[in-house]
């Protein structure tokens, strides 16, 4: 009888598991001007984790990692060479990493986050405006960037070639 009672439990609490998964979808793109001519892109591989159902924000966490080999650009020859020791140096630093720090509330939803940004060897704080929203059906994070990219030692400088990239994540999870 106790073997009995004790598998019907853990049949509800596997149920209870896999009834509280949840469908998640995350994009992380970017544009940079070249030649005058903004090129775009993103990265196929990343992922993030991230915990904000503590009151306490202090307690909040946001990690998010970027596989550099998986970045596509729709030019097969450009990304072999963004992925080159000439910028990424993907070989060597095949992640960038971001570690969220500090969260500061700014107004309901938006918020500014203090994080620190491995790229390559360089790890460097910087803030970030992200959007949270919380519904029933789930969560969407939304964040716009920009890094100087010399400040990661992508690439040198260059006429044909903006030190600026302009950074998007989109995050979004889906109860079900």
Do not use: C
């Not at 650009?73 to 969220?100: C, M, Q, W």
Request: aromatic share 10%.
């Amino acid at each position: 009888m106790k073997s009995t009672i004790g598998l019907i439990v853990s049949l509800l609490l596997v149920h209870s598991v896999f009834a509280q998964q949840a469908e998640t979808r995350l994009s992380v793109d970017f544009k940079i001007r070249n030649l005058g001519i903004h090129v775009s892109g993103h990265f196929d591989t990343t992922s993030i984790t991230t915990n904000f159902d503590h009151e306490d924000i202090s307690q909040w966490v946001l990690y998010g990692h970027v596989a550099v080999p998986s970045i596509s650009t729709g030019n097969s020859k450009r990304d072999t060479h963004l992925n080159s020791e000439d910028y990424f140096d993907s070989k060597n630093y095949p992640e960038i990493n971001l570690v969220a720090t500090n969260f500061e509330e700014l107004t309901k939803n938006k918020y500014t986050v203090t994080f620190d940004l491995t790229i390559k060897k360089t790890t460097k704080s910087i803030r970030i405006p992200i959007e949270i929203i919380d519904s029933k059906e789930g969560m969407t994070l939304r964040s716009y960037f920009e890094i100087n990219r010399l400040d990661f030692e992508v690439g040198e400088g260059s006429f044909a070639l903006s030190n600026t990239v302009k950074i998007t994540v989109q995050y979004s999870l889906k109860n079900e």
